[in-house]
């Protein structure tokens, strides 16, 4: 059986195309789909009962509204299928066979990622940032300890680069999601300057836990690059508000320590020419790797 998580907040105009996307899917049958609405001001009830004719639904009002994290939190430990899918509830899969391309290409694998087709630009790319296009064994996540941390945003990306690290992936050339651009999502409606500090108090969890884990055995390339784009990031936000960024590392030090043994691993000439001639929004008044210099001092 595979589960198919559904988070839901003030989704009623959109939950039904998803679910019908998820009806289509040609193994429907085999779905147990969670559908977790995260203490919305609407009620789902009629909704709920009409796809229930046709799949197998398990629906749970949370008391308070936690964000999509929470939500997906509740659903990973009220399920228990071998194989996991997320969908948001504004978006669809992309043909009536992307669950069972998934599925016919997880053998051997703990995770499986598709390509996403981003209807907004009219574009297709894999991800590995989002959950979108994605099955996941759950024994990669229970054994591992893996959890959706409870920010607002950016969650996602924390909890999927985690599973990125532990796992052994198979990226496949399909195109499995279709990603709907909803003007009122969280991310097209919470501000810029909130977002990045989302992303570095996000990637602080994910930091606490290669910390306490033991990270020699990490693929180093996907260590490297997931830490010198989260240092870009915490240079963004220094150039923009001069914040120290305690408020995002209780233990920046580490991270630094990390920077410096995982970046020795990766291809560096086209990467660190790109930061050097980064186009950035003000002039900054440190580099970045003057910036990098500094955090030890």
């Not at 509204?65 to 669809?92: C, M, T, W």
């Amino acid at each position: 059986m595979i589960d198919i998580i559904i988070p839901v907040y003030n989704s009623d105009k959109t939950i039904g195309r998803t679910l019908d996307s998820v009806l289509d899917q040609v193994n429907s049958d085999d779905f147990n789909v969670y559908v977790i609405d995260d203490a919305s001001e609407e009620d789902y009830t009629d909704i709920i009962n009409y796809y229930s004719k046709y799949l197998k639904i398990n629906y749970f009002k949370l008391d308070e509204n936690g964000g999509p994290g929470v939500a997906r939190q509740f659903a990973l430990e009220h399920s228990n299928s071998k194989y996991i899918v997320f969908i948001d509830s504004d978006d669809a899969f992309y043909e009536n066979d992307s669950v069972q391309k998934l599925y016919d290409n997880i053998d051997g694998y703990d995770m499986v990622v598709g390509q996403i087709y981003y209807e907004y630009f009219d574009e297709y790319s894999h991800h590995n940032g989002c959950l979108h296009g994605k099955m996941y064994r759950r024994s990669l996540i229970e054994n591992n300890g893996i959890r959706f941390n409870d920010l607002r945003s950016h969650e996602d990306n924390a909890f999927n680069q985690l599973c990125i690290l532990f796992a052994n992936v198979n990226y496949i050339d399909d195109v499995v999601y279709n990603y709907h651009n909803t003007d009122d999502s969280l991310t097209n409606t919470e501000d810029v300057i909130e977002s990045y500090k989302n992303y570095i108090k996000s990637m602080n969890t994910v930091f606490e836990k290669l910390e306490d884990s033991n990270i020699d055995d990490i693929d180093k390339h996907g260590a490297g690059m997931l830490i010198t784009n989260v240092m870009l990031y915490c240079y963004f936000n220094y150039l923009i508000n001069k914040d120290d960024l305690s408020f995002c590392f209780d233990r920046l030090i580490f991270l630094k320590e990390m920077y410096d043994k995982y970046t020795k691993y990766i291809e560096y000439s086209d990467l660190l020419d790109e930061y050097k001639s980064f186009d950035y929004p003000i002039v900054p008044d440190i580099t970045f790797f003057d910036y990098i210099d500094k955090i030890n001092e």
